[in-house]
């Protein structure tokens, strides 16, 4: 009985060669597809889960996703940034969803003083900042629980320099600096420094430093007040004076002004902020270079630029890129657009829509003279808006607080679109 079960139990023992064969090859070929199967499962897992360029879906929606997997509940509230410009101070109103309100600017002079007086007498941005109407506006912003920073300009070349280069120069801005913080109701410090042309890797390390003693002194003098730095969308390629690595440490926020690809001087008529297109249609576009900045940067220190205006040029025709003429170049805020579309019959105003960059422009004719204007508006705005909150950045930061006029158009897309603590909407 022990032999007949042991014997029953070899297979070896008791089936065929060819029929073992068979067996054995049978058993291989399952094996070969279960492994296929896996591996094949695996790519799939990591094609929907890599990061990829975003990709422009050619759509008339107003909503849609600029990826595989977007994020649907950003985890952060979102910052609403206001630049507020001197020269805009009697026209702004401020709205509901605005948080922070930064008051644009003060100059940084070359010994690292704050410019107070010009050839032409007091200097706009300090006048200004002592006028009853800020301090309406200062009293509004707080009133809503809101903030109210400052913004510190240099960009003269020359002047950027000399401070950089002078460490007592910048010890006399902290003093400077510490005047203003204590004479105004400012919980923030905005550094805007430009420099055209590429700087030297000393000049770049310099401006790092810099930020890292201005961090110091605010986090020793004050505790809570918080610092930003502004840079262009193209800092990325590091032709810039920001080390983004670098400065992403010791900042709250970086607004990346992605704006202003085509500008006054534009040879061609083009969008002031395309979200895509990139070298094919223009030099650049949004997407390529906030992949570049979150790869640097944690998202939620990141406030993408959002413009409020645009620019208007005469052009050889009302092509959406047509040639424009020298030196006609102008600004062309959202309320200047407004009054153009009031006078659609008198100026042969045409519409359109440009689907690579997701941005509207239009035509126009006056004196026999065409006219092409690219700016922002509700639809070209609420794009912007999937973006930021699919990439879940930080917010956005407004260029500029009133270039809107008396329009709530573009505050309503932003309230109906970003998570936003002030906005009794989203309640």
Known sequence: MKKFFRNA??????????????????????????????????????????????????????????????????????VIYGFLPYWNVTKVTIQPELTHLSYFSLT?????????QTDEGTEPGFSKLNSDDFLTLSNQIIAQNGNVELVLTQFNADDISSFLNNPSAQEKFLTSLDSVLLAYPFTGVNIDVELNGSPSPKMRDQFTTFMQTLRTHLNERYGNITLSVDMYASAVEGTNIWDISA?????????????????????????????????????????????????????????????????????????????????????????????????????????????????????????????????????????????????????????ALGYEGNSRELWEVINKKVSNPLSTSNN
């Open 9 to 78: 139990s070899s297979i070896d023992d008791v089936e065929p060669p060819k029929k073992k064969k068979q067996r054995s090859y049978k058993k291989l070929k399952v094996g070969v597809l279960l492994l296929l199967t896996i591996i094949f499962a695996s790519l799939v897992t990591v094609w929907w889960y890599a990061e990829e360029p975003l990709e422009s879906p050619i759509s008339s929606l107003t909503s849609f996703s600029f990826l595989r997997s977007p994020t649907t509940s950003p985890k952060n509230k979102k």
């Open 108 to 116: 940084i002079g070359a010994d690292g003083s704050l410019i107070t």
């Open 247 to 399: 400065l992403s440490n010791e900042v709250d926020y970086i607004v990346v002004m992605a704006y202003d690809f085509h500008r006054r001087q534009s040879s061609q008529a083009g969008p002031v902020a395309p979200l895509f297109g990139g070298k094919d249609v223009w030099d650049n576009d949004i997407n390529t270079y906030l992949q570049g900045f979150v790869e640097l940067v944690p998202p939620e220190k990141v406030l993408l630029g959002i413009p409020f205006y645009g620019y208007e040029w005469q052009t050889t025709s009302r092509d959406a890129q047509s040639h424009t003429f020298p030196d006609t170049g102008a600004t062309a805020s959202y309320e200047r657009v407004q009054e153009l579309l009031k006078r659609k019959e008198e100026l042969k105003v045409e519409e359109g829509w440009n689907e690579n960059a997701l941005s509207p422009y239009i035509s126009y004719v006056e004196d026999n003279e065409i006219f092409v204007v690219y700016y922002e508006n509700s639809r070209s705005i609420s794009y912007k808006l999937d973006y930021v909150n699919q990439l879940d950045l930080g917010g956005i930061a407004i260029w």
